[in-house]
């Protein structure tokens, strides 16, 4: 059997902030080999990733997370080491305590508990990466392409991401928006601003395109998600002084978006408006945009209810089924299975003193172990 609390506590004092794995892929994969999962480390750049497989038959449910963690910031601002994973007055603090070891842990003490009683008729898997916190770039993305490409059979996946909002599985994810990044340059003519016929001054332009994009109404929601949103994350036009029209400036806008839209089409409409509002004044511009996720949903049927119900066996309450907040590692696992996202109460992640009570990790334990028990029993 595994103790999930203990799990957690050695995984914390692991200090695996990305890319660093600091030994936590091995005690991990240590435990699950442990219970019979055939390990297989697949790593990618300087990224250890794993996954594990109980079983061979279908249907197989997956458990997905990151052992990779944020900086803790200010050390000294913290009243527990953050590496040390001290439990204070039955909390347990440490980076990476809700964000999110603790539900790797707890599922992987589920998934002990079933197996001893036999409950899994089909397959268990995890699929964990040390690139979540980071630009997501050798982690799961290339793991899921990896399986997909052997065929390998997932047939549904839960996600261990701090989902609770305010109190024990309040919430289950059951999509998210989409991402995307632009970064605008407006190259003009440098100048005397007292000569401005001899420049060609960027920042007017620059200034015109985002208000135009900021001004835009992307659309009115969709059902499920809010209305997409655009938001200016930076300007800049260094100019060395108060007298000189500088030579180029530069803005970045990220837009959060709903499945009204995709990547691309938001892509085309930003470099359409800022061609059109270049044209005609001697500055050019250039547009360099990142689409780090699509928005997707995972429609509401016999999946979500199972879920939602097991959550109902332990807390007692129905859970809301979102699609709020950021982006996670959801966005690449969607193309291999429907997905959702369960775990721990998210208020401190990435915050100074993470922690969670004890008793918080042992419920989800439970939660997680009711999901597998209703998963394998309806077949």
């Known amino acids: 059997m595994v103790d999930a609390v203990e799990l957690t506590r050695d995984l914390i004092r692991r200090a695996s902030v990305t890319p660093v794995d600091a030994g936590a892929m091995d005690v991990l994969e240590k435990t699950l080999a442990g219970l019979g999962f055939a390990c297989r480390r697949m790593k990618f750049g300087e990224i ?38 001290e439990v204070v007055d039955g909390m347990l603090i440490g980076r990476g305590a809700v964000d999110m070891k603790g539900s790797i842990a707890a599922f992987a003490a589920a998934a002990a508990e079933a197996i ?16 979540e916190e980071g630009v997501a770039t050798h982690g799961t993305k290339p793991v899921v392409d990896a399986l997909m490409a052997e065929g390998e059979a997932v047939d549904h996946c839960i996600v261990g991401e701090p989902t609770a909002a305010e109190t024990f599985c309040d919430m289950i994810k059951v999509g998210r928006r989409g991402s995307v990044n632009a970064e605008i340059t407006v190259k003009g003519i440098q100048g005397h ?27 009115g929601g969709y059902a499920e998600f809010q209305p997409s949103n655009l938001e200016i994350t930076g300007v800049s036009a260094p100019a060395g002084a108060t007298n000189v029209i500088p030579a180029s400036a530069w803005g970045r806008l990220n837009i959060r978006f709903n499945p009204n839209h995709t990547g691309a089409s938001l ?39 199972l879920v939602a119900a097991a959550v109902k066996d332990v807390a007692g309450t129905e859970p809301e089924l979102s699609t709020t907040g950021g982006t996670s590692d959801a966005r690449f696992i969607r193309a291999l299975c429907p997905v959702l996202e369960l775990g721990l109460v998210g208020t401190t992640m990435h915050a100074v003193d993470e922690r969670v009570p004890v008793a918080e990790i042992v419920r989800l334990q439970a939660v997680y172990g009711r999901v597998i028990a209703r998963y394998f029993a309806a077949g």
């Open 193 to 219: 601003v007292a000569y401005p016929q001899r420049a060609a001054n960027p920042l007017p332009v620059l200034v015109a395109i985002l208000s135009r994009l900021a001004t835009h109404r992307l659309d």
């Open 267 to 305: 892509v085309a409409w930003i470099k359409t408006v800022a061609a059109e509002t270049a044209r005609g004044t001697r500055c050019e511009v250039e547009v360099k945009p990142d689409i780090s996720g699509e928005a997707f949903l995972t429609e509401r049927g016999p999946f979500t209810e």
């Open 116 to 131: 001893a009683a036999g409950t899994v008729t089909g397959s268990l898997s995890f699929l964990i990466t040390g690139d």
């Open 48 to 85: 250890e990733n794993l996954y594990a497989r109980y079983g061979t038959e279908r249907p197989n449910l997956c458990f997905a997370g990151h052992t990779d963690v944020v900086p803790v910031g200010d050390g000294a601002a913290w009243t527990q080491d953050p590496f040390a994973a």
